[in-house]
């Protein structure tokens, strides 16, 4: 089933690892055959991964695009799930949705799925500093 992707201007996309990168015009397109395909909305550069989570959502992403490097990232991502458990072991329902995309090779699915995890840590965070603001100063 062929997709249709209509991009804004200077919009990018990412289609099995190629950047590209639209010009001043929107413009629509059609991807006749399956390929990995990421729109600039869904892309973590490796500077933003700056949280365990977010390193974890980089390196599905990497998983995704580059799959002659696919047992290397497998590498990294178990490593930084045992961190997050270890650290956050209410993430386990989160964890577990994304590994099983990861497990069947649907890691599309499985950028879905560490999206949530980036959500709750978001929110975790920003819980803790409230918390540390509502102090009272000695």
């Known amino acids: 089933m062929a997709l249709k992707i209509t991009l804004k201007p200077y919009e990018k ?26 729109r600039e909305k869904n892309i973590l550069s490796e500077s933003k991964a700056t949280t365990t989570c977010r390193k974890i959502y980089y390196t599905i992403q990497l998983m ?18 045992k961190l997050l458990l270890q650290a956050a072991p209410g993430t386990m329902p989160l964890v577990d949705g994304a590994s099983d995309c990861i497990l069947r090779n649907d890691f599309y699915q ?29």
């Open 64 to 81: 995704y695009i580059d799959e002659p490097n696919l047992a290397a990232y497998h590498k990294t991502y178990w490593n930084l799930v």
């Open 110 to 138: 499985a950028l879905k799925a560490a999206r949530k995890l980036i959500e709750y840590e978001d929110k975790a965070i920003a819980l803790h500093k409230n918390r540390q603001s509502e102090r009272p100063a000695l």
């Open 13 to 38: 996309l990412v289609i099995g690892g190629a950047v590209i990168t639209n010009g001043p015009t929107r413009c629509a397109f059609t991807v006749e055959n399956k390929v990995p395909i990421l």
